[in-house]
């Protein structure tokens, strides 16, 4: 089908009516929002990784989850672990597969789809960050929530808290938890 042809149905309506002016969507991102527990006696359960975006860098200055793109060919959660690992130098004990955010780019005229996980990493780990971050921290989830600039993120980080607030996913462990 050329990129103004249309399909039809049975009943001659349009299914899939494209047009080279056309916005896409696409499934391209990751976001991953990084838990690891809170300190003994802290009334919280979690404690939220932040990160600040470098000097130089798009949206310099802005305090993030984990995201990035998915390489040509990647699963959406080998693309989690993938850019978690590249973004902080950890790696997941957990990791939960938790909505997806839509997100438009001007640019490219294009609604991008992010697919949001958690993963739950151990408090003592070491964080170790790359060229796109010039600082992090373990905040309380308020104060992340405060923090971070993208209101994709809030929704990401609220959802997280409340489908792990008993520690994991309880009754919907089966179905979130990603092997």
């Not at 600040?52 to 998915?70: F, L, Q, S």
């Not at 130098?89 to 939960?96: C, D, I, K, P």
Request: aromatic share 6%.
């Amino acid at each position: 089908m050329s990129e103004t042809e249309t399909e039809q149905g049975a009943e001659g309506d349009v299914l899939n009516a494209r047009r080279p002016a056309d916005t896409r969507i696409d499934v391209r991102v990751v976001d991953v929002v990084v838990l690891a527990p809170a300190p003994p006696g802290s009334a919280e359960r979690w404690r939220v990784l932040a990160m600040r975006r470098a000097a130089g860098t798009r949206c310099t200055g802005a305090w993030e989850i984990v995201h990035g793109r998915i390489e040509r060919g990647e699963r959406p959660k080998d693309a989690a672990r993938r850019e978690l690992a590249e973004e902080t130098g950890l790696v997941a004990s957990r990791l939960y597969s938790i909505t997806v955010n839509p997100f438009y780019l001007h640019a490219f005229d294009s609604v991008q789809l992010a697919v949001v996980f958690a993963a739950v990493v151990e408090r003592t780990a070491n964080v170790t960050t790359g060229a796109e971050h010039d600082a992090w921290e373990w905040l309380p989830p308020a104060e992340a929530m405060d923090r971070l600039a993208w209101p994709r993120e809030h929704q990401a980080l609220q959802y997280t808290l409340h489908l792990l607030r008993g520690g994991d996913a309880g009754p919907v462990e089966d179905v979130l938890l990603v092997p």
